[in-house]
Each structure stands twice: as C-alpha cells, then as structure tokens.
C-alpha cells in the first residue's frame, strides 16, 4: 500500500470529512478544479447540499454549485474514496471508525489535517500505519457560517508519511494540491513538522483561548512577546529532546510573521467564544504528556493546558453577575 | 515616634481611608465598640453619609447611623489622626500622599491594610518608616453596596512593624482591634507574615482573575490543585530566598482550609467582573520582581503576571461576537 494510489493518475476519488474552515476550503478548492470530491458533512449537511459553497477568499472569491461536489451525511453512501481528507475537530476523533472505516478500500490514503498530536497515531492503531498520511494546513481561515468559508490568508499544506520517509505517494497528494492552486510540499519528517506548527500552536491557540485575546493583542508589548516566546522556547527543547531539529531563530521568525497576521483568531479562541469544545488535548496535552515522558519540564505549557482545562471543564461566565 | 502613639490610652482617633470590603467592615467594627472613627470615602460618600453602615455578618448584622462615625470626602477637613488605616485598592496608590498627608500629626501611626507587596515601602518613602505598621486583614469580605457590606467568614488581623521588630505600638493597636470584636495578633516580622499571604493570594486571586473562576472551582480536579500548588511552591521558594521562613505543609494546609470557603470570588475576580482595575502589580508583578532580583525561576508567576496584565490592557471581551 505505500505505492502510489491507484487511481490518482487520472481522477482520484477524494473523500473530505468535516465542511468548517479547513476540510470546506480545501475541499472546495479541490473541487472547483474539477477534481471528485466527496463530503461528509453533519450540521452543514442540509445548507451546502442547498446552496453550495461560498468561498470569501483574499484571493479571489468563488462560488461552488450544489451539484459541483457530492454532499453527503452518511458515510456508508459513500464510494470508497482514494483519499480520505480527515478535517473534523480532535475533539471528536472518538467518531473516527464510524466515518472513516466505510469509505476505505485497500490502497485508500488517509491524510489527517487536524490540528496538534496524536491524530496519526489514532489512526494508525485503527486503520494501519500504512494508510496514514500526515497533512498540515498553514491558512487563517474560518467558518462564517454553513458552507460560507473566509479564507484570509496563506494556504500552503504539508504532507509527510507516518513513520516512514516519503516516497511518490505523499509527492502525489502534494501535486494534486498543487494542481488546485494550493501551495503544497512534501515533509521528510512528519512528525518534526507537527511540532514546528505546535512551536505556533501552543502559545497563539492557547493563550488566546484562556485570555480571548486576538493574536495582534498577544504580542502587544514586551511582556506578551516575553510569554509567547518562554512558550515557544518550551515546545522546542521537548521538541529537540525527542531527535527533533528545530531551527535557529525559530521563534523570532514566527513572531514578526505573526505580526503581519493583524487582529487573527486561532481555532480554539474562536470554538472558547461560541461555547464548542477546544482542542486542549490533541494541541496543549499530548505535547505536554510526551515532553513529561522525556523527562523534560514544561511549566508554562503545563499551567496553559491546566488553565484550558478548568475552563472547559466549568464553562466561561459571560455575564457580570451581581455581586450577591 | 516608635513609641507609644500618644492618645491611644484613652480615645485615639482613627482615620480609615476608604470604604470598600476592608475599610467599610474593620471601621464599622471600631465605630460599633464606640472608637472615634472618621472615614475618607469618595465614591460612597454621600450613600454613607445618608445612610450610615449595614454589615451584613455571618457573626451577626449590625447598622451605624450616620452620626455614628464621621463621614468625609476631603482629608483636609479631617482632624489629624493617632492612626491611619489604609484600605484602598492598591492600583489607587498613587494617591498616598494626597489623601494621608493632611491626617499626619508628629506621632501617627499609618497601617496599610492593603494586598500584596510594596505598600509599606512605599508609604516609608513618602511619610518615613518610622511611621509605617503593617496590617493584613485575613477575611472573606464583600462590598455589596455603597455602605453595605457582606462580612462572608474569618475576619483576624495581623499588624507587624515595617523594618523593626514589634513594640508596644503594634501590641496597642492589635489591642483596639480585639477589643472592638476583632481577633488580631502581632507579627514577629511583618515581610514574613506579607509572603505567607502571597501563597493564597497569588494562585486564587490570579488563576481566579485570569479565568473568572471561584476559588472551589479553582481546586475542583487534581490538575486544578496541582497548578494551585506549583504556583504556591514558587512563591515558598522566592520567600525562602529572601530569608523567611515558610512552616512546613503550608501549601496544604492552605488547600485544605480553601476547600472550607465554598464558591469564593476573590477580589481581582470581583474587579475584573466589575470591570475595574485588578491589584495586578501588588499582588503578582512586586512578588516577581523582588523573586527575581533574587535570582530565583517563577515560570508560573511570571506567566500569571503576564496574562492578567494583557487582560488588564485590552479589557475583557464580553460578548460572543459573531465571526466577521
């Protein structure tokens, strides 16, 4: 199966799980080039089936028909795909057999594009190692409301074999991308890309979920910047304590490209202030959990994580209650 | 002036600035056992001065009529005072010298009952140190109210000398307290007794700030008490630094007598629910500062610190806003 896909010389079959601001702007950039794509939606089902896909792109906007890709809610009315985009949150990977299993065939490649760690292990316990690809999304992007996607920026995606080098596969997934107008490249090391993007991560979805505070706030004044980059400092020598390169003035770099975001919410911000579950565990706690068993100490991300934690756990007051 | 203060035999005259949680409940108790006690308000004043005091005491309601202490708005209509007792907020500090130098006379003994670090030095600065005691006021208190005040539980005092060991003007003044229905004791070493504060307050008031949650809901789960904890440890160990000692199983004695506090908001959670300044710099940025001039790591502190002053800067967001 590490082959190349068996039908991706022509017209592969693309399944995406999930329409919010990953799985909808990728898949409808796929889609809008003519590729075959499949969705698997739940709550956006009856609106994209209706209306299509709007996409407000900083790069042009455009519009899918309803009869332009396959909308579906039940994955067992599916064909079986040759590429399985997994773009649900982390918070519901509990589902994954449920939609992934009835969509597999032998050589179907799955590409997890979900934010943190421990999806593609998740996967591979459940559907084999061989079928996992790991993909990462470097786009602002979000859900403004059922098929209606804002793509505000980037857009590059990265694709790298579980637990093995890359080979035509993965060179594949990253053409087609490619193909569609979506900056792609292919990672030797998957998992030294995951904690690259979590150097990110874990101090911009974090602190801007527990604080909710935009990314521009965050980095406001020396103090922000001092906190963003103790965090950043932490990820990279777990990072480095597990043979991950990382490299020099990673965090300086990240923090003047930042800057150019402007007034960005992270995913998890945005899911704190419409009351859905955060991604605490796949973004702040299998970090923290693999760090520990290194041996090394992450405070910072061991109080952010906690600080997430009690606040998914009691809910946010969004009122001024008087004082009684 | 480390002697006696000159009329405390018989009547001194007391003058408690500010009328909130602190000043309102302790200068109510010394009007109640018939001390001669003249309140500095501004915001309450002329609530106060309409209406008098409603305590609202799990030991037991009372009310002051009007007439019962003396009410002011400008501190150079007060008579000069044998004994300041300072209960602003702190973030009002710079007001020291406008509201407490026309009470002094040569003998006045000024007692900051405020929160956290730096308010003894800084009183010494400007009225000399020779004048300056030290109170801490170790109560579950409330300002319902203009002149109403919800007495929660506890209520003992403790006053300690800044910069000398105790004399007979501190055991004097723990007098007037206790013989007003106040526990109060005098401190061997008043930096000591400020720091064993500093390991409740810091973890409650800031983890309860930052994320607007009670202290039971702060110590509710094992990663709740373990945060609790590494950010008590931080603070045993800066003290430590500086030469004081901490008994020993501090932390847990704390803990355990917070769990008896029930649904406690603590005053920079009060603050930032009603929009106001938080005591950030006394009570979390002068404890890191003086830690770190020892040399001594407080990563939680110094992220605790950082985040309640990025919500101080850029307000609290309220409302879901709907994603734009």
């Not at 509990?94 to 799955?110: G, N, R, V």
């Not at 490619?178 to 998992?191: K, N, Q």
């Amino acid at each position: 199966m590490r082959g190349p896909l068996a039908a991706m010389n022509d017209s592969p079959t693309i399944a995406v799980i999930g329409g919010g601001a990953i799985g909808g702007y990728y898949g409808a950039r796929l889609a809008q080039h003519g590729h075959d794509v499949h969705f698997l939606l739940r709550s956006d089902y009856d609106a994209v089936r209706r209306d299509g896909w709007r996409i407000r792109s900083y790069a042009g906007d455009f519009c899918l028909a309803p009869d332009a890709s396959h909308i579906c809610n039940d994955p067992r009315q599916m064909p079986p795909a040759d590429l399985v985009l997994v773009a649900i949150k982390t918070t519901a990977n509990d589902q994954y057999e449920s939609l992934i299993a009835p969509l597999l065939k032998h050589d179907t490649a799955i590409v997890s594009l979900q934010n943190g760690l421990g999806n593609d292990e998740r996967l591979a316990e459940l559907f084999g190692a061989p079928r996992v690809v790991g993909g990462m999304a470097f786009v602002c992007s979000n859900r403004l409301a059922p098929g209606v996607i804002h793509h505000i920026a980037y857009g590059r995606i990265s694709v790298g074999e579980f637990g093995s080098p890359p080979g035509q596969r993965v060179a594949r997934i990253a053409d087609l991308f490619t193909s569609s107008g979506i900056p792609a490249e292919v990672l030797a090391d998957l998992r030294q890309g995951r904690w690259k993007k979590l150097v990110w991560n874990v101090p911009f979805n974090g602190l801007g979920a527990v604080l909710d505070q935009s990314t521009d706030r965050l980095i406001s004044d020396d103090g922000g910047v001092q906190i963003v980059s103790a965090l950043m400092k932490e990820i990279i020598v777990a990072a480095e304590s597990l043979g991950l390169a990382m490299p020099p003035d990673m965090a300086g770099r990240m923090l003047r490209h930042t800057r150019t975001m402007g007034a960005y919410r992270t995913s998890m911000q945005i899911d704190r202030q419409g009351g859905r579950p955060m991604e605490i565990e796949s973004i702040l706690g299998e970090p923290l959990r693999q760090a520990r068993r290194q041996g090394v100490q992450t405070p910072r991300l061991e109080m952010l994580y906690e600080m997430a934690r009690m606040l998914d756990n009691h809910g946010v007051e969004r009122e001024i209650r008087p004082i009684q």
